[in-house]
């Protein structure tokens, strides 16, 4: 049996965290390293953002965008030693999703392909990566073509 605590968000007020859907970061996000325990808070289930709360700190979250959504052929290469901390040897056992910036002329949001948060599913435990291979670091969320035929 799994515990349930009700905790108080800063952005989504008070939510219930089952103790079997926390995610622990090896060692951080960059900038964060001192929070290490997130849930993952999405709307639906279908639903390609989603948001990355902080357990350790209630006013800390993130937006997250599954990188496949925007980049059909995403193929993240990660090192040895990432692999090794998420306990695995194959970078497709592993979940991925992108650190997003939402800007309120939404043309302007780009999300972080080059460190995303790698997610052993199995064993919850997380990583901020920097890939192997060349992705951008700010990739336009709505391509600019499309941009301008939404407004």
């Known amino acids: 049996m ?8 800063g952005d989504f007020g008070e939510i219930t965290v089952k103790e079997e859907d926390i995610i622990y970061f ?3 996000m960059y900038g964060f390293e001192d929070y290490k325990k997130y849930i993952i808070l999405k709307d639906a289930p279908e639903d390609d953002v989603l948001f990355l709360q902080s357990l350790d700190n209630m006013e ?25 901390e998420l306990n695995t040897s194959k970078e497709d056992e592993l979940k991925y999703l992108a ?8 043309r302007q949001s780009v999300v972080n392909l080059k460190s995303p948060i790698a997610i052993n ?7 901020q990566v ?5 992705y951008p670091l700010r990739h336009n ?8 035929e939404c407004w």
């Open 60 to 84: 800390l979250s993130f937006v997250l965008i599954d990188p496949y959504a925007i980049f059909n052929d995403y193929n993240p290469i990660l090192t040895e030693e990432d692999l090794h």
């Open 121 to 127: 599913p199995k064993l919850k435990r997380a990583k």
């Open 26 to 28: 090896t060692c951080g």
């Open 99 to 106: 650190i997003a910036i939402i800007k309120e002329d939404v």
């Open 2 to 9: 799994y515990r349930e605590n009700k905790i108080k968000t």
């Open 130 to 134: 920097i890939l192997q291979n060349s």
């Open 141 to 148: 969320i709505i391509p600019t073509e499309e941009a301008n």
